[in-house]
RNA sequence: GGAGAGAUGGCUGAGUGGUCGAAAGCGCUCCCCUGCUAAGGGAGUAAGGGUUAAAAGCCCUUCGAGGGUUCGAAUCCCUCUCUCUCCGCCA
């Protein structure tokens, strides 16, 4: 959610960056609504006033033993009145809640202006495509090869965009889980949390996947449903809901590995083979919770201890920063990290940092002191994937595999595959 | 699943219809005093919002959440959520 003061007197200005993202918000009609909003809170305000002194007024008439019965008959039609002015205020801030909510973040001035993700513009670039020597095979040709990646037995259980893993392939994604959980909590510094994977719906108000993304949810039925988390991201940023942090607690650092859910309503025909694309997934989650000035450069941080995994496994990958069509809904600024998948030939999704600011922790409340003041004020949340379990199973697949369909283990991970050097071709 | 108890400010904890945003204690901040010295005294100390260019001031809202009764609700009524205790069941 954006400042509602800074809608009040800047909502040009609001629209002209939003208009970035080809986001169109009516800002007059937002004003009008907002000067309705006003002229009824003064006056409800007002008649709340009146209510406050006279019931103040009856109170001492009455101990004193004065008749009330005129002080009575003179707030009669006060109640009225005032219901119907609560009511009419009540709507306003409805509808103006509405609007806020349904308003992207403000994006970063050194975020390019463009429209989808050929505008987005490369900051660096890691490694190099290895040459194997033969026809690179896709993951899946070479899980299915291992008979280790089953597709149609996953068809048979839960339909489209689902897979079942078996033996090593199966450790292997563990074993990338524990090696990025590991690597977070022992060298940049992060703290793991285990966190509900099913959560109410204001959660994903307080990450703004709700009301926006419905659609792109799983939730369970029910009076008040629960819905499945698309993002560790969800229940680790809400941490942090309703908090005031002493002004010395800042930053935090935390890391989590859950599953993700995603309906992926409106990628139809996307990624359809293969589990780039999946109703469920693993994935590791970085967040953290940081003072209003320190967003822009942990960001920065938080992109390089994603990189620091992609690093330690040896994949190659490039850095780019997502231009205004491409970045999410409540980021200020995005990067994602592409590896380099032989089987695809080309650079693929494997991690997104942004930067929320306070457009989170505006929605949810968190706040820190601050250390000169004393005062609350909203804290910057950020997150970032720290990575992708199952797209980094797929690049570990496609960059390490051999000419005879095999799969070297890279020398990070074999510790946690048993002192394992490779998965064999049967 | 059954029975019971509870939810008040940073914490403990009073408060069963009016002068209560709320006693007292603890904690914290500032000031004063000081060889009864890991002491004493004083003042301050919730959050959100409106009005304002901003501040001050003034006003509004909030005692788990929502609804109701009332001129007036922390206090009475209803619904819900959560926590705790006991029983049952269970990874």
Do not use: K, N, V
């Given at each position: 959610m954006l400042d509602p003061k800074l809608l009040r007197q800047s909502a040009a200005d609001v629209a002209a960056n939003l208009a970035r993202r080809g986001f169109d918000f009516d800002a007059d009609a937002y004003l009008v609504l907002e000067e309705r909003r006003k002229a009824l809170q003064v006056e409800t305000e007002q008649l709340q006033g009146e209510r406050n002194a006279s019931a103040k007024r009856i109170g001492k008439a009455k101990a004193q033993g004065e008749d009330i019965a005129p002080l009575l008959a003179a707030v009669k039609d006060l109640g009225e009145r005032l219901d119907a002015g609560e009511k009419a205020l009540q709507d306003v801030q409805a509808e103006l809640r509405d609007i806020e909510l349904g308003l992207p973040n403000l994006l970063a001035d050194d975020v390019p202006t463009g429209t989808?993700?050929?505008?987005n513009t490369e900051v660096r670039r890691w490694g190099e495509p290895v040459d194997l020597g033969f026809a690179a095979r896709d993951h899946i040709a070479l899980g299915e090869g291992l008979g280790q990646l089953d597709f149609d037995a996953a068809s048979k259980i839960s339909g489209a965009r689902f897979v079942v893993m078996k033996g090593p392939l199966a450790r292997l994604q563990r074993a990338l889980i524990q090696f990025m959980l590991d690597t977070h909590t022992g060298e940049h510094g992060y703290t793991e949390a285990y966190v509900p994977y099913l959560v109410k719906s204001q959660a994903l108000i307080g990450t703004g996947q709700l009301p926006k993304f419905e659609e792109d949810q799983f939730k369970t039925t029910g009076e008040s449903p629960f819905y499945l988390i698309p993002t560790a991201e969800v229940p680790v940023t809400n941490l942090a809901a309703d908090v005031i942090f002493d002004?010395?607690?800042?930053?935090q650092r935390i890391v989590a590995h859950t599953p993700c859910f995603r309906s992926?309503?409106?990628?139809?025909?996307?990624?359809?083979?293969?589990?780039?694309?999946?109703?469920q997934f693993e994935k590791v989650e970085l967040v953290q919770f940081v003072a209003p000035d320190a967003s822009m450069a942990a960001l920065e941080e938080l992109t390089g201890h994603a990189e620091t995994i992609l690093r330690k496994l040896e994949l190659p990958y490039r850095t780019v920063t997502l231009c205004s069509g491409d970045i999410?809904?409540?980021?200020t600024k995005t990067y994602d990290i592409e590896v380099w998948l032989p089987g695809q030939g080309r650079y693929r999704e494997i991690s997104s940092c942004s930067n929320y600011n306070d457009f989170q922790a505006r929605r949810m409340k968190a706040r820190r002191r601050n250390p000169g003041t004393g005062k609350p004020e909203l804290i910057h949340t950020l997150n970032g994937s720290g990575v992708a379990a199952g797209r980094a199973l797929i690049a570990v697949m496609e960059n390490y595999?051999?000419?005879?369909g095999g799969i070297r283990i890279p020398a990070v991970l074999q510790p946690y595959m048993g002192g394992l050097t490779a998965i064999e071709p049967v």
């Open positions: 989808t993700e050929e505008d002004a010395d607690a800042l930053p992926e309503a409106g990628s139809h025909g996307q990624d359809t083979r293969g589990m780039i694309r999946q109703h999410g809904f409540g980021s595999q051999r000419e005879d």
